[in-house]
C-alpha cells in the first residue's frame, strides 16, 4: 500500500468517507446478524420455533448498503434474507426475536407473518409479502411519491437472483427507467433459487438487465463490503441528483439451505458448500479492522460477549412474550375507525 | 340538477378530487395526453399535468404495484386498467399486496388505492373486452368493489373510494358509458360503501343486482307494471363487497321472490353468495326458489353480433324471468 494521501484517507473506509465508529460499527453489526441467524437456525432445530430463514455469508453485503443510505429519508424494501440490512437500520434482536417466535409485540406483524417478512413504518421499511419481488414495483412508487412531492428521497429495494426473472423485476425497472426515478434495485445474486443454481436461471447477466432500461447496472463482490458500500454510495448520489435508477447485483453464495424445510445436499455437495464458506466476508473485514489497528481480539471477545449477552436476552423475552390474541388476528382487514369517524 | 354522462360523472368525480387534494392523481395507459381509450381521463392532464395524469407503460402490474407503493408513501393514486380484461396481470399486486398491506402489518401500513376497470360486454369487443372479473376478486378480504350503475352513484362511488383509507376496485360498465345519464349534483357528495339502494320499489317480485343490467330490469318493470299489474322491488347493491346483508335481506323480505341479476358467469358469481345470505336468514320467507338471470358459463364473449347479442342479458330476458318468477 503506498503511504501517499492524508492520514484521514489512507484507509479504504477514509477513502470512501467512512469515519473508523462507522468502520466498525459495520463489523459489529455484520456479527450481530450472523449470531441471531445461527440463534435462529438453533431455535428452529430444537423446536423452539416453527419456522426460520436465514441470511448467512450476505451479512458483509447488506450492512455495506445501510450504511449508504439515509435512514431519515429514505424508504426501504428489503426481502427476506436482509436481517443484517433491517438491523443496520435499526431494527433490534429484541424485535426480530418477537417475530421469530411470532408474537404480538413483533413490530413487524405482529406474529402474523413468517419471520423474515419485515415492514416496520417507525425505520421507513415497507412490508413485505412471500410472493417474490412484487416489493419491486412499490419501491417505485415510493419514488414516484418523492418525485411528485419534491422530497431528496431514495427507494432500495432487495430481492435475489430468483427474482430477477419474475415480471414484476421488470416493470418496476422499467418505469423507474422512463420517470428517471430515485430507485437502487439490489439483487443479492446467492446463486440458487431453493434448489434451482443460477446456471438453470438465467444465460445472462443480470446487472446487464439495467441496460435494457436504460440505466447503469453494476456487479459487486458481496464479500467486499467496502466495495459494496462504494458502489451503493455512487447510485445514492445518483438517486439524489435526479439521475435515475441503478442495478446493484450482488454476488454473494447462499451458504445455508433455502429454509428450515429444505435439504440442500439433495442438489448441490457439501465440497461446494464449503468453498464458499471458506470465502465468507466476515474474518476478511475483520482482518482488514485489525491490520489497520481499529480491532483486536480483546475487542473480539468484548463484542462476541455483548452480542451473546444481547441475543440470551432476546430470546428469552421473545419466548415469554404473549402471542396476539385469537380475538385480535381477525382485526386490521379493514380500517378501523372510532366515535368520529377517524381511522385509527 | 345537471344531467351527465356515466362517463362524464366519473372524470367529474377524479376532476374535482384532485382540485380538492394535492395527493390525488390517475396513472395508467393512455389516460394522459389522450385521455383514456374512453375518455374517461380527458382534460386531466391538461389542468393537472404529466405527473398527476400520468401515461405510464404497458405493464398492468407495475400500474397496480406503482400505485401500491404510491398510496403507501402517503399519496392518493387512481390506476386505471384499460379494460378489466387486462387487469390480470395486476392480480397478484391486488390480491397478495393491496388486499393484505393493512393486515399483515397489523395495521402498520395501509393502502389506500383506487383500481378503476371497465366491465362489461356489448361494444363488439370479442373475448378480451367484454368480461367481468368481480367473481376473480370477490370474496378476497381486504379489498372492497364498488359497481355503480347510474351517473350519480358513479360520482358519489368514486369520491367515497378515493377518500376511503382502503384499496377499492372500482369497476364501471362501458356500455353505461354514454349510455346511462342521470342527475348529478355539482360539487362534492359521496355515495357511501357498503350501502345497496332502492331503485324501485314493488311488492309482487325482487330484483337485486348491479351494474347495466339493472337498466333492462327497470325498463322490464315498467313494462310488466303497465301490462300485468305486476311491481317489482329492485335493489341496486351498487358495492358488491361488502355486501349491504341487511338491505338484501330486507329487499328478499318484501316479496318473497327474488331474481338475481348480473352480467358476469352464473358459477361463482356475486349472485350465489347473495342467494346464499337469503337462504341462511330468510329460508322459510321465501315463496319462491331463489333465481339467478346472468351472464351464461362461457367465455365473454364472442366477436360476431349475433352470439354476443345472444351471450348478453337484455330487457326482454329479464321480463320473462321476472314474470315467470311472478306467476310462481
Same mark, same amino acid.
Request: charged residues 25%.
Given at each position: 500500500?503506498?503511504?501517499?494521501?492524508?492520514?484521514?484517507?489512507?484507509?479504504?473506509?477514509?477513502?470512501?468517507?467512512?469515519?473508523?465508529?462507522?468502520?466498525?460499527?459495520?463489523?459489529?453489526?455484520?456479527?450481530?446478524?450472523?449470531?441471531y441467524?445461527?440463534?435462529?437456525?438453533?431455535?428452529?432445530?430444537?423446536?423452539?420455533?416453527?419456522?426460520?430463514?436465514?441470511?448467512?455469508?450476505?451479512?458483509?453485503?447488506?450492512?455495506?448498503?445501510?450504511?449508504?443510505?439515509?435512514?431519515?429519508?429514505?424508504?426501504?424494501?428489503?426481502?427476506?434474507?436482509?436481517?443484517?440490512?433491517?438491523?443496520?437500520?435499526?431494527?433490534?434482536v429484541?424485535?426480530?426475536?418477537l417475530?421469530?417466535?411470532?408474537?404480538?409485540?413483533?413490530?413487524?406483524?405482529?406474529?402474523?407473518?413468517?419471520?423474515?417478512?419485515?415492514?416496520?413504518?417507525?425505520?421507513?421499511?415497507?412490508?413485505?409479502?412471500?410472493?417474490?419481488?412484487?416489493?419491486?414495483?412499490?419501491?417505485?412508487?415510493?419514488?414516484?411519491?418523492?418525485?411528485?412531492?419534491?422530497?431528496?428521497?431514495? %427507494?432500495?429495494? %432487495?430481492?435475489?437472483?430468483?427474482?430477477?426473472?419474475?415480471?414484476?423485476?421488470?416493470?418496476?425497472c422499467?418505469?423507474?427507467?422512463?420517470?428517471?426515478?430515485?430507485?437502487?434495485?439490489?439483487?443479492?445474486?446467492?446463486?440458487?433459487?431453493i434448489?434451482?443454481?443460477?446456471?438453470?436461471?438465467?444465460?445472462?447477466?443480470?446487472?446487464?438487465?439495467?441496460?435494457?432500461?436504460?440505466?447503469?447496472?453494476?456487479?459487486?463482490?458481496?464479500?467486499?463490503?467496502?466495495?459494496?458500500?462504494?458502489?451503493?454510495?455512487?447510485?445514492?448520489?445518483?438517486?439524489?441528483?435526479?439521475e435515475?435508477?441503478?442495478?446493484?447485483?450482488?454476488?454473494?453464495?447462499?451458504?445455508?439451505?433455502?429454509?428450515?424445510?429444505?435439504?440442500?445436499?439433495?442438489?448441490?455437495t457439501?465440497?461446494?458448500?464449503?468453498?464458499?464458506?471458506?470465502?465468507?466476508g466476515?474474518?476478511?473485514?475483520?482482518?482488514?479492522?485489525?491490520?489497520?489497528?481499529?480491532w483486536?481480539?480483546?475487542?473480539?471477545?468484548?463484542?462476541? *460477549?455483548?452480542?451473546?449477552?444481547?441475543?440470551?436476552?432476546a430470546?428469552?423475552?421473545? &419466548?415469554?412474550?404473549?402471542?396476539? %390474541?385469537? &380475538?385480535?388476528?381477525?382485526?386490521?382487514?379493514? *380500517?378501523?375507525?372510532?366515535?368520529?369517524?377517524?381511522?385509527? | 340538477m345537471?344531467?351527465?354522462?356515466?362517463?362524464e360523472?366519473?372524470?367529474t368525480? !377524479?376532476?374535482?378530487?384532485?382540485?380538492?387534494?394535492?395527493?390525488?392523481?390517475?396513472?395508467g395507459?393512455?389516460?394522459?395526453?389522450?385521455?383514456g381509450?374512453?375518455?374517461?381521463?380527458?382534460?386531466?392532464?391538461?389542468?393537472?399535468?404529466?405527473? $398527476?395524469?400520468?401515461?405510464?407503460?404497458?405493464?398492468?402490474?407495475?400500474?397496480?404495484?406503482?400505485a401500491?407503493?404510491?398510496? !403507501?408513501a402517503?399519496?392518493?393514486?387512481?390506476?386505471?386498467?384499460?379494460y +378489466?380484461?387486462?387487469?390480470?396481470? #395486476?392480480?397478484?399486486?391486488?390480491? +397478495?399486496?393491496?388486499?393484505?398491506i $393493512?393486515?399483515r402489518?397489523?395495521?402498520?401500513?395501509?393502502?389506500p388505492?383506487?383500481?378503476?376497470?371497465?366491465?362489461?360486454?356489448?361494444?363488439?369487443?370479442?373475448?378480451?373486452? +367484454?368480461?367481468?372479473?368481480?367473481?376473480?376478486?370477490?370474496?378476497?378480504?381486504?379489498l372492497?368493489?364498488?359497481?355503480?350503475?347510474?351517473?350519480y352513484?358513479?360520482?358519489?362511488?368514486?369520491?367515497?373510494?378515493? $377518500?376511503?383509507?382502503?384499496p377499492?376496485?372500482?369497476?364501471?360498465?362501458?356500455?353505461?358509458?354514454?349510455?346511462?345519464?342521470?342527475?348529478?349534483?355539482? =360539487?362534492?357528495?359521496?355515495?357511501?360503501? =357498503?350501502?345497496?339502494?332502492?331503485?324501485?320499489?314493488?311488492?309482487?317480485?325482487?330484483?337485486?343486482?348491479?351494474?347495466?343490467?339493472?337498466?333492462?330490469? !327497470?325498463?322490464?318493470?315498467?313494462?310488466?307494471s303497465?301490462?300485468?299489474?305486476?311491481? #317489482?322491488?329492485?335493489l341496486?347493491?351498487?358495492?358488491?363487497?361488502?355486501?349491504d346483508?341487511?338491505?338484501?335481506?330486507?329487499?328478499? #323480505?318484501?316479496?318473497?321472490?327474488?331474481?338475481?341479476?348480473?352480467?358476469?358467469?352464473?358459477?361463482g358469481?356475486?349472485?350465489?353468495?347473495?342467494?346464499?345470505?337469503?337462504?341462511?336468514?330468510?329460508?322459510?320467507?321465501?315463496?319462491?326458489?331463489i333465481?339467478?338471470?346472468?351472464?351464461?358459463?362461457?367465455?365473454?364473449?364472442?366477436?360476431?353480433?349475433?352470439?354476443?347479442?345472444?351471450?348478453?342479458?337484455?330487457?326482454?330476458?329479464?321480463k320473462?324471468?321476472?314474470?315467470?318468477?311472478a $306467476?310462481?
Amino acid at each position: 500500500m503506498t503511504q501517499s494521501g492524508s492520514v484521514k484517507n489512507h484507509t479504504r473506509h477514509a477513502a470512501l468517507g467512512l469515519t473508523d465508529e462507522q468502520a466498525v460499527r459495520m463489523y459489529e453489526l455484520m456479527q450481530l446478524a450472523r449470531k441471531y441467524d445461527e440463534r435462529g437456525q438453533l431455535l428452529q432445530r430444537a423446536g423452539k420455533v416453527n419456522f426460520n430463514i436465514s441470511g448467512i455469508n450476505q451479512e458483509p453485503s447488506q450492512v455495506a448498503m445501510a450504511f449508504a443510505m439515509d435512514t431519515e429519508r429514505d424508504w426501504f424494501l428489503p426481502y427476506y434474507r436482509d436481517y443484517a440490512f433491517v438491523l443496520s437500520v435499526g431494527m433490534t434482536v429484541k424485535e426480530l426475536m418477537l417475530a421469530l417466535f411470532g408474537k404480538a409485540e413483533d413490530p413487524n406483524s405482529a406474529g402474523r407473518q413468517l419471520p423474515g417478512h419485515f415492514g416496520s413504518k417507525r425505520l421507513r421499511i415497507v412490508t413485505g409479502s412471500s410472493p417474490v419481488t412484487t416489493q419491486v414495483p412499490h419501491a417505485v412508487g415510493f419514488a414516484l411519491a418523492a418525485k411528485m412531492r419534491g422530497e431528496n428521497s431514495v %427507494s432500495l429495494v %432487495s430481492f435475489g437472483e430468483g427474482s430477477s426473472n419474475q415480471g414484476d423485476f421488470h416493470e418496476g425497472c422499467n418505469f423507474a427507467g422512463v420517470m428517471k426515478l430515485p430507485v437502487i434495485f439490489v439483487c443479492q445474486n446467492n446463486g440458487y433459487a431453493i434448489s434451482v443454481p443460477l446456471s438453470k436461471q438465467t444465460a445472462g447477466r443480470i446487472s446487464d438487465r439495467a441496460l435494457g432500461y436504460g440505466f447503469p447496472g453494476f456487479q459487486v463482490d458481496g464479500n467486499d463490503p467496502l466495495e459494496v458500500y462504494r458502489v451503493f454510495k455512487e447510485a445514492h448520489d445518483r438517486a439524489l441528483a435526479g439521475e435515475g435508477p441503478t442495478l446493484i447485483e450482488v454476488v454473494t453464495y447462499r451458504v445455508t439451505p433455502h429454509s428450515a424445510s429444505d435439504n440442500d445436499l439433495a442438489y448441490r455437495t457439501k465440497e461446494e458448500v464449503e468453498h464458499h464458506r471458506a470465502k465468507d466476508g466476515i474474518p476478511a473485514y475483520r482482518r482488514y479492522l485489525t491490520d489497520i489497528g481499529l480491532w483486536n481480539d480483546e475487542k473480539e471477545q468484548e463484542l462476541l *460477549a455483548r452480542i451473546r449477552k444481547e441475543i440470551d436476552e432476546a430470546t428469552e423475552y421473545g &419466548e415469554r412474550a404473549p402471542f396476539q %390474541s385469537v &380475538e385480535d388476528a381477525f382485526r386490521y382487514v379493514y *380500517a378501523e375507525t372510532d366515535e368520529a369517524g377517524e381511522v385509527r | 340538477m345537471p344531467v351527465l354522462e356515466y362517463i362524464e360523472a366519473i372524470r367529474t368525480a !377524479m376532476k374535482e378530487e384532485m382540485e380538492r387534494d394535492s395527493r390525488v392523481f390517475v396513472l395508467g395507459e393512455d389516460v394522459g395526453l389522450k385521455g383514456g381509450v374512453f375518455g374517461a381521463t380527458k382534460g386531466l392532464q391538461q389542468q393537472f399535468g404529466e405527473m $398527476r395524469s400520468l401515461d405510464t407503460p404497458l405493464a398492468e402490474s407495475a400500474i397496480a404495484g406503482v400505485a401500491i407503493g404510491a398510496a !403507501m408513501a402517503g399519496m392518493r393514486p387512481v390506476a386505471e386498467m384499460q379494460y +378489466s380484461d387486462f387487469m390480470f396481470p #395486476a392480480t397478484n399486486q391486488i390480491i +397478495s399486496e393491496a388486499a393484505k398491506i $393493512r393486515y399483515r402489518s397489523n395495521n402498520d401500513w395501509d393502502c389506500p388505492i383506487v383500481i378503476r376497470a371497465p366491465i362489461g360486454a356489448g361494444v363488439f369487443g370479442g373475448l378480451y373486452h +367484454s368480461q367481468c372479473p368481480e367473481s376473480v376478486f370477490f370474496g378476497t378480504p381486504g379489498l372492497k368493489i364498488v359497481a355503480p350503475a347510474t351517473a350519480y352513484d358513479a360520482k358519489g362511488l368514486l369520491l367515497a373510494a378515493i $377518500r376511503d383509507p382502503d384499496p377499492v376496485l372500482f369497476f364501471e360498465n362501458k356500455k353505461c358509458y354514454r349510455l346511462i345519464a342521470d342527475e348529478v349534483p355539482e =360539487g362534492e357528495y359521496t355515495v357511501p360503501i =357498503g350501502k345497496a339502494s332502492v331503485m324501485r320499489e314493488g311488492s309482487d317480485i325482487t330484483v337485486i343486482g348491479y351494474s347495466m343490467p339493472l337498466h333492462f330490469a !327497470m325498463q322490464a318493470a315498467d313494462e310488466l307494471s303497465r301490462e300485468e299489474g305486476i311491481e #317489482a322491488h329492485i335493489l341496486d347493491l351498487r358495492t358488491i363487497q361488502p355486501l349491504d346483508r341487511e338491505a338484501i335481506l330486507e329487499a328478499a #323480505a318484501r316479496t318473497g321472490k327474488v331474481l338475481i341479476v348480473h352480467e358476469d358467469n352464473k358459477t361463482g358469481g356475486v349472485g350465489a353468495e347473495v342467494a346464499a345470505i337469503i337462504s341462511e336468514e330468510l329460508l322459510f320467507d321465501l315463496d319462491a326458489p331463489i333465481r339467478r338471470v346472468c351472464g351464461p358459463d362461457v367465455p365473454a364473449t364472442v366477436f360476431n353480433p349475433p352470439g354476443e347479442k345472444h351471450f348478453m342479458l337484455n330487457k326482454d330476458k329479464l321480463k320473462a324471468a321476472m314474470l315467470d318468477l311472478a $306467476r310462481y
